[in-house]
Nanobody, 118 residues
């Protein structure tokens, strides 16, 4: 059974850094065949796409609100995708979700809470 498990969330002060991890298991195809993304959902708001990385890791895309501050990366040998978040702002507070996609199949993790506050 396909599973994505996020970790690394918590409380951080504005201007601080945090790294989220997402480990995949039980997929029908090798992890390296899935494009991976991070989404986030703040209270009372729609879920939004934060960053995406292609299956090989050769290309990445970011929402304008996080460009230059966040970096998505992956280690296919460890079935893991990361989101390095620097210069965090209070508006980055949200539940962050990892997602895997291949063709028409999409999978979601359970989410990890990130709270940016002094």
């Amino acid at each position: 059974q396909a599973q994505l498990v996020e970790s690394g969330g918590g409380l951080v002060q504005p201007g601080g850094s945090m790294r989220l991890s997402c480990v995949a298991s039980g997929f029908a195809f090798p992890f390296s065949m899935y494009a991976m993304s991070w989404y986030r959902q703040a209270p009372g708001k729609e879920r939004e796409l934060v960053a995406t990385i292609t299956s090989t890791g050769g290309s990445t895309n970011y929402d304008d609100s996080v460009k230059g501050r966040f970096t998505i990366s992956r280690d296919n040998a460890k079935n893991t995708v990361y989101l390095q978040m620097n210069s965090l702002k209070p508006e980055d507070t949200a539940v962050y979700y990892c997602s895997a996609r291949r063709v028409v199949s999409r999978y979601w993790g359970q989410g990890t809470q990130v709270l940016v506050s002094s």
